[in-house]
Nanobody, 120 residues
């Protein structure tokens, strides 16, 4: 059994900062790519930032220069530091992890999401 759980969301004023965390736990042998995704009201889920196990990262143009993704492989934890937040950053933030279990199963796991609301 594998779980992916996000935390750190909340209400913040425009220009403020938040730090999201995502912890993967359970029968984990290894984690390849991890990433943050956002679903804004009335829109499809979009990729914001991903990072591979060695640490190579990619960002959506909409968050480049404002958001920083990082991971602690020893703790199976992914972070997203969000600065200079804008009202359009409002949405549910999801964590995704590509995990290989000790049973040899490799698949993508999603968390349930954490709400981020940026007020103007």
């Amino acid at each position: 059994q594998v779980q992916v759980v996000e935390s750190g969301g909340g209400l913040v004023q425009a220009g403020g900062s938040l730090r999201l965390s995502c912890v993967a736990s359970g029968s984990i042998f290894s984690i390849d790519r991890m990433g943050w995704y956002r679903q804004a009201p009335g829109k499809e889920r979009e990729s914001l930032a991903t990072v591979t196990s060695p640490g190579s990262s990619n960002y959506a143009n909409s968050v480049k220069g404002r958001f920083t993704v990082s991971r602690d492989n020893a703790k199976n934890t992914l972070y997203l530091q969000m600065n200079s937040l804008k009202p359009e950053d409002t949405g549910i933030y999801y964590c995704n992890a590509q995990i290989t279990t000790w049973q040899g199963l490799n698949r993508s796991y999603w968390g349930r999401g954490t709400q981020v609301t940026v007020s103007s």
